[in-house]
Structure formats: structure tokens, C-alpha cells
């Protein structure tokens, strides 16, 4: 449910892509009212022209929350824009990723409550995942206003410090690629193993959906699946000898890409 304050205080949306598009569509499903929203956006879509909010119109004086979801590299053009609010009693809620919470307080003041996020691509279909960590000036009420409204696009989940996204960053944020890699890989073995290659991609596209739906709702671990699965001495038990091989197999390779995508997301933080 969208809180009355953002309700009667407004929500100020700067830059409204992808990622800012699913989450609004998310909020108007639950109640928000597109009159009460104000979006800053040079080149709003279709959907977001036909959607009844104040598009590039003045804002309101003091919005209850502004979500900042411009790229990274527009950051330092956007945020005096939003200076006013800071400082009070908006909550600021980033998506932008690599921008640290402190770069917020050097624009906006160290007073002002700030909630950094980094929420998943698959958060279009609603079934992202998104990583929370607030500033000392974020309240519990305010960290609890940010979960329920990342919510609307997923689960979410809270960090006990912001260094930690870095790795949230290198699990879930690059993770979706991983995947869709996966997919296609997967799609290329079969088909060398004499699949057409639309039946191929077909069959792997619903392995791995159907396989992450089933370890999102099984109580059981991720091992546990994999074991229900392999039968002695059958198919899956030869293919996954191949698959867990200490120095070739999965882990050690997923194990270096995390590692590199953690690392790059260390040095863009880090300017």
C-alpha cells in the first residue's frame, strides 16, 4: 500500500527510465495517484505521457519522497535540481548505480535521509530483488517507506553497511546477464548435440525460468534441489561431474565473474 503522506505530499520522480517505469507502474497499481506524482524526464515514453502525472511541470515544495533513478553520469547535472529538498523531511531514494551515499550528502546535506538501492532488471516483469542500505539520517520509518516501496517491483532485502553493495552488485545487479548467458550456452550445447536451435533456445529458456521458480518457492536449499534431481549413476549425475569439477567447473568460473563485476563496481564508486 503507498503511504498517505506520499499520497497528500506528492513523489518526485527524476528520471524516469526503464527501472523508473516499472516502479511507477508498480506504485500506480497500488494506489498512488498519478496526480500526485511529478516526474523530471527530457525524454518521457509514450506510457509515461499517457499516464496523468506532472511531466516536467514545477514540483511540489516539500514531496514526501524523491526517487533519483537519472544514470550515473548525469548525476552531478541532476542533483542541484533537487537541493531545495534536502536537508527536511524528504526522503531521497537512489537506483542509481555506483553513486555512494556520500556524493548524496555533499549535494543534498548529511541531515537529509537517504536510502541507497540497487534493484535488479528482472524488477520490469515485477520479479526483481533489491538491495537497501540507508544513511544515519535514514529512520526506521523511513528504511520501512523505501522497502515498501521498492517492493512493488520484487523482494526486498537490507544490508547491514553500504560496502556490501558492491557484491550485491556483482550477485543480483549483473547477475540477470549471467543467466541469459546461461540460456544461451545452454541453447548452443543442445543444438550441437543435434537440436534445431529454436527448439534448443525454447527448452532452455523454460529450464532456467522454471528451475529459479521452483528454488524461489521450495523451502529446500539450492543443494537440496540439485540433489532431488540426480538420479545415481544417470544423465544428470554425469553431466554435473563435468559441472562441479573443483579447478574447471562452475564454481571456480561464476566465482572469478562475481569477483570482477564486485571489483569494477569498486572503482566506478570510487570515481
Not at 537541493?83 to 543534498?108: D, N, P, R, Y
Not at 540439485?226 to 574447471?248: C, D, F, H, Y
Request: aromatic share 4%; charged share 15%.
Amino acid at each position: 500500500m503507498i503511504s498517505k503522506d506520499i499520497n497528500e505530499r506528492g513523489l518526485v520522480i527524476l528520471g524516469c527510465g526503464k527501472m523508473g517505469s516499472a516502479l511507477l507502474a508498480g506504485w500506480l497499481s497500488q494506489g498512488l495517484a498519478p496526480q500526485g506524482v511529478w516526474i523530471l524526464d527530457p525524454k518521457p515514453s509514450e506510457w509515461l505521457i499517457s499516464q496523468g502525472v506532472h511531466l516536467n511541470k514545477k514540483l511540489p515544495e516539500n514531496p514526501a519522497v524523491v526517487m533519483v533513478a537519472v544514470k550515473p553520469q548525469l548525476m552531478g547535472e541532476a542533483l542541484p535540481r533537487l537541493q531545495s529538498f534536502g536537508s527536511g523531511t524528504t526522503l531521497f531514494i537512489s537506483v542509481a548505480a555506483g553513486v555512494t551515499i556520500s556524493s548524496f550528502e555533499q549535494a543534498l546535506g548529511a541531515s537529509t535521509p537517504i536510502v541507497r538501492t540497487m534493484p535488479n532488471t528482472p524488477a520490469s516483469v515485477g520479479q526483481g530483488i533489491t538491495a537497501l542500505i540507508g544513511n544515519g539520517s535514514a529512520t526506521k520509518d523511513d528504511m520501512a517507506e523505501a522497502e515498501l516501496l521498492m517492493a512493488a517491483v520484487g523482494q526486498t532485502i537490507t544490508l547491514e553497511n553500504e560496502a556490501q553493495m558492491d557484491a550485491v552488485t556483482g550477485v543480483s545487479g549483473s547477475g540477470p546477464a549471467y543467466l541469459f548467458h546461461m540460456i544461451e550456452t545452454l541453447a548452443f550445447a543442445g543444438e550441437k548435440q543435434g537440436l534445431p536451435l529454436d527448439i534448443a533456445t525454447k527448452l532452455a529458456r523454460a529450464t532456467v525460468a522454471g528451475a529459479g521458480a521452483l528454488a524461489v518457492q521450495s523451502n529446500e536449499t539450492a543443494a537440496q534441489l540439485r540433489i532431488n534431481v540426480t538420479s545415481p549413476n544417470g544423465t544428470t549425475q554425469a553431466a554435473l561431474e563435468v559441472l562441479m569439477n573443483e579447478k574447471t567447473g562452475l564454481q571456480p568460473l561464476i566465482t572469478q565473474t562475481v569477483a570482477a563485476a564486485t571489483l569494477r563496481s569498486k572503482e566506478l564508486s570510487n570515481g
